[in-house]
Nanobody, 121 residues
Framework: QVQLVESGGGLVQPGGSLTLSCAAS????????VSWYRQAPGKERELVAS????????NYADSVRGRFTISRDNAKNTLFLQMNSLEPEDTAVYYC??????????????WGKGTLVTVSS
């Protein structure tokens, strides 16, 4: 049974930090490129950060570059998102995503149920 379970969300003041985790099970985590997405109220889901299978390549949305850091531990089947200098605009439900690519074609696509991050004073 494939599962992606996010944790670590909560209420934090502006300027604060949070670390999100995503525990994967039921598939070979190290084969998958993984990402964090977020969806704020009334807005479309957007890509926050992604990381390749071997930690070699990372990509960030312009709005979080320099403040957020994505990382993965393939031995523990876990994805992380370290979020610093949080702003009210970062308030959203954060989702973990795992994709298996084969010659540039997406063949598998898994999603977690999300964890809520609220940045407010």
């Amino acid at each position: 049974q494939v599962q992606l379970v996010e944790s670590g969300g909560g209420l934090v003041q502006p300027g604060g930090s949070l670390t999100l985790s995503c525990a994967a099970s039921g598939f070979t985590f190290s084969w998958y490129a993984v990402s964090w997405y977020r969806q704020a109220p009334g807005k479309e889901r957007e890509l926050v950060a992604s990381i390749s299978t071997d930690n070699g390549d990372t990509n960030y949305a312009d709005s979080v570059r320099g403040r957020f850091t994505i990382s993965r531990d393939n031995a523990k089947n876990t994805l992380f998102l370290q979020m610093n200098s949080l702003e009210p605009e970062d308030t959203a439900v954060y989702y973990c995503n795992a994709q298996l690519m084969n010659f540039g074609i997406k063949v598998m696509d898994y999603w977690g149920k999300g964890t809520l991050v609220t940045v407010s004073s």
